[in-house]
């Protein structure tokens, strides 16, 4: 675009040069319209910018929707999703963990808004549906500082929920597989109540995300506000943090740069992993389903942490060891979601390949790696509280 308009305006001077018998100020004036022309292009992306294909809804169906925790790891990849459908989507986010660059394909488009606000804030908007996502996930980040994981989850819940009743909104919390603690029965159905250490390093968000699911449901039975809670099981993929500390992005990280992969405990802990697209999915379908109870959406297929570790080493063709560090205090045994009420009552189920999806997420580690400046980023240990030695944060 840049080099048509410079060789417009670069053929507009050669011909009125040609006309002109004393044109050195005429030259000055036009030489100084192709510097602008240029300065124009380069500022203004919006000009050739190229947004992803977004479908056409009409007025009747295009929905006013809130993602708060938009610019997230799994908030951008239903920012995405929303906006493709058609929606009108405002982001909100604090940029605690979550990134502009998660979201920054959207700027500037007509359906899509990004706020930096923190919902531990009121916010006065008027929306049709509220995705509350807003909380950091990975442990590392919710301990780090854990009045503010409670402040987010408790009165940033509070808040989204009053909005929700002001503007007559659906809100559906992004809660998790963490309200069952570590959990006395195997798999976890909705029905269990949950084990959860109400003192430990995890109460924070364990806590917090049980209060916020409380808080739903006292909304929806005094003031009539219509709530869906998603209990997300363990989640990965592209737009995952660099430092984010969960075993997906350190154990891939350290695989691909020939460093140890850090195993807490013995690896015999067992975790089931969804990919993000998956997740999205389900999100989506509860949103817009009629159940207001509780829902699991992970994945059933179950690892030791042991076998994931060896399963990534063999997918990115790793020579890496593999390190046993102190297990993580109050670190779930194991956890496999029950998901028959997903399937049951939404006709959703993970399509997403385990191997597969660890293979677009090694590739996004690998670019990410090559972007940073050094080439390198090695995951520190930081299972936030180590059950023997147990390092503080901050
Ligand atoms: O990924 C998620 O979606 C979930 O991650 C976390 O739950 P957790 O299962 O403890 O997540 P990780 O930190 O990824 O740990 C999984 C297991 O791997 C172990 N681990 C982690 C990191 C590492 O470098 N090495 C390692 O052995 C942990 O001790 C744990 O047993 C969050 O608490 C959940 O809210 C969130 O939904």
Redesign the pocket.
């Known amino acids: 675009m840049l080099k048509i308009k410079e060789y417009t305006v670069r053929h507009l001077v050669a011909s009125v040069l040609a006309n002109q018998k004393d044109s050195s100020s005429l030259r000055q004036i036009i030489l100084l319209m192709v510097h602008v022309v240029r300065e124009i292009c380069l500022l203004s992306p919006s000009f050739s910018q190229k947004y992803p294909p977004v479908k056409f809804l009409s007025e009747k169906d295009r929905k006013r929707i809130l993602i708060t925790g938009g610019a997230g790891f799994v908030g951008s990849h239903l920012t995405d999703k929303l906006m493709m459908d058609g929606h009108e989507v405002t982001v909100v986010d604090n940029f605690f963990t979550g990134r502009k660059r998660n979201v920054e394909h959207w700027i500037g488009h007509e359906n899509f808004e990004l706020i930096n606000h923190d919902v531990v804030e009121p916010l006065y908007i008027e929306v049709d549906q509220i995705y509350h996502l807003a909380s950091p996930?990975?442990?590392p980040n919710?301990m780090y500082n854990p009045i503010k994981t409670l402040k987010t989850n408790t009165i940033g819940t509070l808040n989204m929920l009053g909005l929700a009743k002001r503007v007559g909104a659906r809100l559906l919390l992004a809660s998790?597989?963490?309200v069952y603690g570590d959990p006395e029965v195997h798999p976890q159905n909705e029905e269990y109540w949950g084990h959860v250490n109400p003192i430990g390093p995890?109460a924070c968000?364990d806590e917090g995300k049980r209060v916020a699911e409380t808080m739903c449901y006292a909304y929806m039975k005094q003031e009539g506000v219509e709530v869906r809670v998603a209990r997300?099981?363990?989640?990965?993929g592209s737009r995952m943090h660099m430092n984010d500390?969960?075993?997906?992005s350190?154990?891939i990280l350290q695989a691909l740069q020939g460093e140890p992969?850090?195993?807490?405990?013995t690896?015999s802990?067992t975790?089931a992993f969804q990919y993000v697209s998956d997740l999205v999915n389900g999100l989506v379908l509860l949103m817009n389903s009629n159940i207001s109870s509780p829902v699991n959406l992970g994945n059933p297929e179950e690892h030791t942490?042991l076998e994931f570790?060896r399963l990534i080493k063999s997918l990115v063709v790793s020579r890496s060891q593999i390190q046993f560090?102190p297990?993580?205090q109050d670190?779930?045994q194991r956890?496999r979601p029950d998901i028959r009420k997903a399937k049951m009552m939404l006709g959703w189920e993970p399509v997403v390949p385990l191997e597969e999806g660890l293979n677009k997420t090694i590739q996004y580690f690998s670019r990410e790696l090559e972007h940073q400046a050094n080439n390198q980023y090695i995951?520190k240990?930081k299972?936030a509280r180590m059950k023997k030695g147990r390092p503080r944060h901050n």
């Not at 997300?232 to 990965?236: K, R, V």
């Not at 500390?245 to 997906?248: A, E, F, L």
């Not at 992969?261 to 405990?265: A, E, K, R």
Request: proline content about 10%; aromatic content about 16%.
């Open positions: 996930a990975s442990p919710y998790t597989s963490e995890r968000y997300i099981f363990n989640t990965f500390g969960r075993v997906v350190n154990f992969l850090t195993v807490y405990g690896g802990q975790r942490i570790a560090l297990e993580a670190d779930p956890r995951p240990p299972a």
